[in-house]
């Protein structure tokens, strides 16, 4: 059974850095490219916004967030890390993370959803 646990989020003003961080287990973690996802509003599709390859050379990021946010991982803690800066209003929203069916736009994700962490940004 896949438990997917995320945390770190809360009320920030803009201009603020926030760091999510995300553990995974009962999944061969290694395996997989890892990514995070956002959704802005319940019932709307969530974005994939980053992912990282597998030993974590590679990554992708929207470019709604390139430059500002950096995707990381420690396969030795099953944990993926978002560090996020420069943060605005646009990006208050629900923050998932899930293994990526892709290493670039468009990704999907590969395994359940955990309950996610919000951030608030306000001006």
């Known amino acids: 059974q896949i438990e997917v646990v995320e945390s770190g989020g809360g009320l920030v003003q803009a201009g603020d850095s926030v760091t999510l961080s995300c553990t995974i287990q009962?999944?061969?973690?290694?395996?997989?490219?890892m990514g995070w996802f956002r959704q802005v509003l319940p019932g709307k599709e969530r974005e994939g916004i980053s992912?990282?390859?597998?030993?974590?050379?590679?990554?992708y990021y929207s470019d709604s967030v390139k430059g500002r946010f950096t995707i990381s991982r420690d396969n030795t803690k099953n944990t993926v890390i978002l560090q996020m800066s420069m943060l605005t209003r646009e990006d208050t929203a629900t923050y998932y993370c899930?293994?990526?069916?892709?290493?670039?736009?468009?990704?999907?994700?590969?395994?359940?959803w955990g309950q996610g962490t919000q951030v608030t940004v306000s001006s």
């Open positions: 009962g999944l061969s973690f290694g395996r997989y490219i």
């Open positions: 899930a293994a990526c069916d892709r290493l670039g736009p468009g990704a999907k994700p590969r395994t359940v």
């Open positions: 992912c990282i390859s597998q030993n974590g050379s590679s990554t």
